[in-house]
């Protein structure tokens, strides 16, 4: 049973970037890229105002589609809505630890590990006044997986059912056992909703309204600002200022040019790399703040283990050994990324970094040695078709780097060619086996590790002959299937001792080096760009800036 449903890869993981930066033009040998330009902001934003001392000015180019809990799957919703509601758990600060939020401690799980009874604060309201409960928690963990949300398979794949088996006592059946439950339970649409103000039902959603439970409340939404002020009746820690005016940009340089002159206080996702360096130069003799934080976001290389000649194993582990993370990191991203050596993020303790320890970076001997034991050779080239979004510039640079890299490296036995496609197209192609490879990248719902396994390598029906038929890795478009990759996910989904899942996410990732059905690339940094007077700005890893702890100074 996997976590996810395919839209997952139209979220976070397709991060499209509105700013078209240069496209690379480098050959590796020669390769001199021409020192880039800061892109020079247009004279046109948005009708922003700079806000008082009391209020905090947010500017990003991503702009949430909806604000209903149960049907957000887009990084920008998660921004609002984790100022908006609270939910069960979240994390502390900038880490991917769990504490409680609603709830008052960790579940009590029962011995086979399908039963979670939660306690659950009390004195907690909501924005209409409605009062918070098991019953009200209850009802919005059970909208969430009945409503039909693009997000709604994460908790319906696992919930069996939800009740209140007391006023501030919440029981959770699941269907499964699923030991990362708790950190599931953070996710942000799985906020607390008025049961006053919502309901149960196949697309009864609200998206032009929040009503919850959190440090803000929503003023209101336009296509150009959500505005939320202060909850008076919260139960926590008041929030230190009076609002959150968050205004969306129509492109990085917009975003850019509001920063500089003034109009925000904030600038966070999405700027362009040449921006972000610009911004970092300029911070200490401006007078701003660089926040930096390596993000839980994954950028890798799929590889479909079904096509030819991708069905045979050193042909996946000679693309393997070819690619040069430090490389890609310099030309494309400015320094602005880290080496990705497995699927799962360095900032987790159960990551292992096995392609680094199996294959390097641009180990060319290898590749060669490796292609020419599956019969390539000059005069018979392997050709790899590398798809991606056309949408997205950096994919456009990584492969066309990749294609001079292996142009003056391999002497001919390799060759890459560039795909581009539109991003509509891309998704509904991936999981009907049309492409043998194609670029993406993954941010998680959740902070455990098995949110960067179950959803990519789990097959609920295929064989070593077929390929996977259905399931993940078939949604996914990798067509991977390998019984012991079932059998060490349903183990580590099942084991409750973190030092023994650790051990088989450590099996779970000798086995993906060794069967290589994708290539990590690399980790992106995550920016934020703040006033001077702002004190308190945090990343989380999974939650991104952490909005209701920052204060501001007159």
């Known amino acids: ?108 799980v029962s011995k086979d590990g399908l039963t979670y009874t939660i306690p659950l604060r009390q004195g907690v309201t909501f924005h209409d006044g409605e009062p918070f409960n098991a ?44 030991a990362p439950f708790p950190s599931l339970l953070a996710f942000p649409g799985m906020s607390a909703v008025s049961p006053k103000t919502y309901e149960i039902g196949q697309g009864k959603f609200k998206p032009n309204e929040f009503v919850g439970t959190g440090p803000y409340k929503l003023v209101s939404f336009t296509p150009n600002q959500v505005k939320v002020d202060a909850f008076e009746n919260y139960w926590g820690e008041k929030p230190p200022t009076k609002g959150i005016d968050f205004q969306f940009f129509s492109s990085p340089a917009n975003l850019y040019n509001s920063f500089t002159t003034g109009a925000v206080d904030i600038a ?50 000679a693309i393997a050994s070819i690619i040069d993370r430090p490389l890609i990191i310099d030309r494309v991203y400015r320094g602005q990324a880290t080496a990705a050596y497995s699927i799962i ?26 292609l020419t034991k599956a019969g390539f050779s000059k005069e018979k080239p392997f050709e790899l078709p590398i798809w991606y979004a056309a949408s997205v510039p950096q994919r456009q640079q990584i492969v066309a780097l990749l294609k001079e890299y292996v142009a ?79 059998k060490l996910i349903q183990a580590q989904r099942q084991e409750q001792d973190p030092a023994k899942r650790k051990q088989i996410f450590a099996e779970i990732q000798d086995l993906i080096a060794q069967d290589v059905p994708l290539v990590p690339l690399l980790q992106k940094k995550d920016y934020a760009f703040a006033r001077q007077n702002l004190k308190d700005i945090k990343i989380n890893p999974v939650l991104g800036l952490q909005f209701p702890e920052i204060k501001k100074q007159a």
């Open 1 to 108: 049973m996997h976590v996810m449903n395919w839209f997952r890869l139209s979220r976070q993981k397709w991060q499209f970037v509105q700013y078209l930066g240069l496209f690379l033009s480098c050959c590796f040998l020669v390769i001199s890229c021409s020192g880039s330009q800061t892109s020079k902001p247009t004279a046109t934003t948005p009708n922003t105002t700079t806000t008082g001392s009391d209020r905090i000015a947010v500017g990003s180019v991503e702009k949430p589609r909806t604000l209903d809990p149960a049907d957000g799957y887009e990084v920008a919703i998660s921004d609002i809505i984790t100022n908006l509601g609270d939910r069960l758990y979240t994390y502390v600060g900038d880490t991917d630890q769990l504490q409680p939020q609603l709830a008052t401690e960790l579940p009590k």
């Open 268 to 317: 966070y996702r999405d700027l362009g790399a040449d921006q972000v360096l610009k911004l970092q130069q300029d911070a200490q003799a401006k007078g701003f703040q660089v926040v930096e934080k390596e993000s839980s976001r994954i950028d890798y290389l799929v590889l479909n283990v079904k096509q030819k000649p991708l069905d045979r194993v050193e042909v996946r582990q």
């Open 408 to 486: 003056q490296k391999l002497d001919g036995v390799m060759q890459i060619n560039a795909q581009p496609v539109d991003s509509t197209t891309l998704l509904g192609n991936v999981p009907k086996n049309i492409y043998p490879s194609y670029l993406v990248a993954w941010f998680p719902d959740f902070g455990d590790a098995d949110n960067y396994i179950s959803p990519f390598f789990t097959c609920n029906k295929g064989s070593a002959e077929t390929g996977c038929e259905a399931g993940a890795s078939q949604s996914q478009g990798f067509f991977y299937y390998s019984e012991p990759m079932n």
């Open 135 to 178: 019953k009200a928690m209850a009802f919005s963990l059970e909208r969430f997986s009945k409503n039909g949300g693009k997000p709604s398979s994460l908790l319906s794949d696992l919930m069996a059912s939800v009740e209140a088996t007391g006023d501030y006592e919440l029981t959770i059946k699941l269907k499964n056992p699923f």
């Open 345 to 370: 993020p360095s900032n987790f303790e159960t990551t292992k970094p096995v392609f680094k320890d199996a294959y390097g970076d641009g180990n060319v001997e290898k590749a060669k040695e490796l």
